[in-house]
Structure formats: C-alpha cells, structure tokens
C-alpha cells in the first residue's frame, strides 16, 4: 500500500526566506502527486500537482515542487515566504495503477512566517 | 464552474445524539464524492467515497455511514455519535478524468 511522510510536523521560517516543505512517498510505481493548503478553519485548496511530463511543477502563490524518482519525493519550495503563506500543507498521493482516485495524505507541516 | 458546499458549518451534539451532514456539488454530473474527518492536529483520513448513486465504499469500520441519494448529493450519517467522533468533516469531489480532488469548506463537529 502506498504511504505519504511529511518531515516535520512544523516548521518555522522568517518572512522572506526560503521555503522547504519535504514529502516521501512509498509506492513501486511513481504515483499522481499533489500539494494542498490549509487555513485555519478551512477546506483544502490544491497548491499544484504532477502527473507526468515536467518533473518540477508550478503552482499557486510562488509554490513549486520537484518529483524526484530516484529519491522517492515531491519537495515544496517557496523562494521567498510571505506572512500570508503561514497555514498548514499536506501531500498526498493516488495510486497510478488502479481506477482508485482516493487519495492518501501526509500527516501535514505547520508553516509559521515570522515577521 | 463547479462549486461544493457542505452544511452545517458548525455543529454541537450531545453523546448518542443522530449526525446527519450535507454535501452537494454544483456544475458537474456524475462525481465520484468523498468524505473526510480531520482530527484535531492530524491528517486526513478517509471515511467514504461514492462513485455514483448508492454506490458507497467505506474504508474505516466505525460509527458512521454514508448515503449518495442523488448525482451530486452526499450524506454522512451517525445514529449515536462517540466523543471521538469530534473533528473536522470534509467532503470532495472528483471527475473520472482528474485525480485531483477540490475540498468543500467543511463541518467543525464538537461532540459534548
């Protein structure tokens, strides 16, 4: 079964450096991959996602991410953080293989933005 | 464009009380539905998922159920709810093209 791990449960930057959010992945085959956002209080919005072609991926608000096979992950970055970016990311997967289209999510990293 | 909406926003029941929680997508047909609960400080997990009406699979036994009485209208449903089922419940949807899902605003359920 394919399983998602996000490093770091938070993680606190200042406003105006470099975000690194990082997500592991378990799977034979490389899975659909997906970053979502979540404010407080809120449903999820999709950040970006990759399934096939272009190995880094743009998203909304600055965010990118890069699928490296070799090394299993799909690593978020931010080059430069704003105040507004402090909410909660998870990743997720969905298995390639099947017609199954439910996802698994990481257990989510709390972004704190100090000013 | 496609819109989900979920109801009640917040919710306070006592223990042994019934649940029942609204889910419905405009702007498309045939979605495959989901329902999530996110406990306080952990991640998703899922509870229900529907490819179409009646079609229910459920992926955690546990207190609740779920109904897909029309396309684009989901339910979940409790007879007696548990303290633990306090927490965050979101529903989302899907086409069958699209593996991305997009997230209704949620229900904040707090069981006293």
């Known amino acids: 079964a394919q399983s998602v791990t996000q490093l770091g449960s938070h993680v606190s930057v200042s406003e105006g450096a470099l975000v690194l959010l990082r997500c592991n992945y378990s799977?034979?085959?490389?899975?659909?991959l997906f970053w979502y956002v979540q404010y407080p209080n809120q449903g999820l919005q999709l950040l970006l996602k990759y399934t096939t072609g272009a190995t880094l991926v743009k998203g909304i608000n600055g965010f990118e991410a890069e699928f490296k096979k070799s090394e299993t992950s799909f690593h978020l970055t931010k080059p430069s953080a704003h105040m507004s970016d402090a909410a909660e990311y998870f990743c997720a997967v969905s298995e390639r293989r099947t017609g199954r289209r439910a996802l698994t999510f990481g257990s989510g990293t709390r972004l704190q933005v100090q000013p | 464009s496609q819109t989900i909406h979920q109801w009640p926003a917040t919710l306070v029941q006592p223990v042994g009380s019934p649940l029942s929680l609204e889910c419905t997508v405009e702007g498309t047909s045939n979605p495959n539905l989901y329902w999530y609960r996110q406990a306080a400080g952990r991640g998703l997990q899922l509870l229900f998922y529907s490819v179409g009406i009646g079609q229910i699979s459920s992926e955690v036994p546990q207190n609740l159920s779920a109904s897909r009485p029309q396309d684009r209208q989901f339910i979940l449903s409790s007879k007696k709810l548990l303290l633990s089922d306090s927490g965050f419940y979101l529903c989302?949807?899907?086409?069958?093209?699209?593996?991305?899902?997009?997230f209704g605003p949620g229900t904040r359920l707090t069981v006293t």
């Open positions: 989302a949807w899907n086409g069958d093209r699209r593996r991305e899902q997009y």
């Open positions: 799977s034979s085959v490389p899975p659909y």
